[in-house]
């Protein structure tokens, strides 16, 4: 049987993700919204979902899951949608180096 992870979105951000109007598409998701919250085994994700309901850890509006294959599934209002993670961009420091001047000199060719 297949394995899941859970990620649960925390508070503050799954506040404005219910209240957000619904997009159709995928849902791009921050890892900082979201707290690690183990693993479960089902068929699949509404079967993990109907594992959990009912029960104090039941999926909640906002809540991730993520299949071993890296299939990332949001729970929504209709349903599981697609999600993507978005990772913030990762900066060299080289952004504010100024830019060199003139052209490469051409030595191999004899100019220069």
């Given at each position: 049987m297949p394995l899941f992870r859970l990620h649960r979105m925390k508070e503050v951000p799954r506040q404005q993700f219910r209240w957000a109007p619904h997009t159709s598409g995928?849902?791009?998701i921050k890892p900082r919204d979201?707290?690690?919250a183990g693993?479960?085994?089902?068929a699949g994700f509404y079967d993990a979902w109907m594992n959990l309901r009912?029960?104090?850890?039941?999926?909640e509006i906002g809540d991730v899951?993520?299949?071993e294959a890296g299939e990332i599934r949001i729970c929504k209002y209709v349903g599981f949608e697609e999600a993507r993670w978005v990772l913030p961009e990762v900066k060299s420091g080289l952004e504010s180096a100024p830019l060199a001047a003139?052209?490469?000199v051409m030595q191999s060719a004899g100019l220069g």
């Open positions: 995928v849902t791009a979201f707290d690690p693993e479960l085994q089902a009912g029960t104090e850890g039941a999926l899951l993520e299949s003139g052209s490469p």
